[in-house]
């Protein structure tokens, strides 16, 4: 589909092949194109895109434990963290002009309406704080993940595993670590020992409050003029910590064309993992076990 189009015939595709990661895959695209053309985007500008990168982390995360509580009927939970993960989107379509942030990765214009999404975020940190409490005060969703969908970090390093599940064994793999905006923005990196969807349930939800706190100082609502420049030939990589893990993206051009395009998603790699994780569980776990392993399934019909 894309080989022979140019930069901005590709972007309506490459940033629809997954919804859920759409803001992830326009970062990887436009670093591509940051690389063709020798050009470094102003610390302004990439601090409202990491903006982005971070709020869709925190609906993903989000859903992913709305998914999980569901399976493991916590449905109170589960429609609790349904009702923040709505709220979210529809500050992000006030925020972008559409649920999911198409198009919303750019190097010029201003947002539509910062305020709703900043209302958004901070009374989702003081609901999630008390839904914290809740779980360990109820007990309940604990004992559904417990010991559930186990991994080992032989295992993880074996089959080259990313995310927040290799993230579930103790293992620092993150594109953001040593990114000095990151850094500087107060980044660090949960772990967890158990590898079981326990470990990976607990690990989002600490990645949740990390961006939150991340994300507050990063967006200023004005333009900055910047322009990208002529694409030159070559060969190209990029790479972004998606909310499911690592995403890389390569790309060939010639003549100001795509020539060759490939994207691996994290979920070619954290896939493999789910025979593993399914060993030594009853049948009926399926369900709470393979969502409880960060998946993009329209991502890996590529």
Do not use: C
Not at 101 to 109: E, K, L, M, N
Not at 241 to 268: H, N, W
């Amino acid at each position: 589909m894309l080989e022979g189009l140019s930069f901005d015939e590709a972007r309506l595709i490459i940033e629809r092949i997954s919804g859920s990661t759409t803001i992830a895959y326009q970062l990887a695209y436009l670093e591509i194109q940051l690389q063709a053309s020798k050009k470094e985007l102003p610390e302004v500008i990439q601090k409202r895109h990491m903006f982005f990168l971070e709020y869709e982390r925190i609906l993903n995360h989000l859903y992913d434990m709305a998914v999980v509580s569901q399976f493991a009927n916590f449905t109170e939970g589960a429609s609790f963290l349904m009702r923040l993960v709505e709220e979210g989107r529809g500050a992000l379509q006030k925020l972008t002009g559409n649920r999911f942030g198409f198009s919303a990765i750019r190097v010029d214009g201003s947002l539509l309406s910062i305020e709703s999404a900043y209302e958004y975020l901070f009374s989702l940190e003081r609901e999630l704080i008390w839904f914290e409490k809740w779980l360990d005060e109820d007990g309940s969703l604990w004992k559904s993940l417990f010991d559930q969908g186990a991994l080992f970090k032989k295992d993880i390093e074996a089959y080259g595993v990313v995310g927040v599940v290799a993230r579930s064994v103790d293992m620092e793999l993150d594109r953001r670590k040593g990114n000095r905006l990151y850094e500087e923005s107060g980044f660090f990196m949960p772990h967890e020992y158990t590898g079981d969807a326990i470990a990976r349930f607990k690990v989002q939800l600490a990645e949740i409050f990390i961006s939150l706190r991340m994300v507050r100082p990063l967006v200023r609502n004005r333009v900055f003029p910047f322009f990208l420049g002529t694409v030159r030939e070559g060969e190209y990589y990029s790479y972004v910590e998606s909310s499911a893990g690592e995403l890389m993206m390569y790309m060939r051009l010639q003549e100001g064309k795509i020539e060759r395009f490939f994207v691996r998603d994290p979920t070619f790699l954290n896939a493999q993992i789910l025979p593993l994780a399914m060993e030594n569980s009853d049948i009926s776990s399926l369900g709470l076990v393979s969502n409880s392993i960060p998946l993009n399934i329209s991502a890996s019909d590529l």
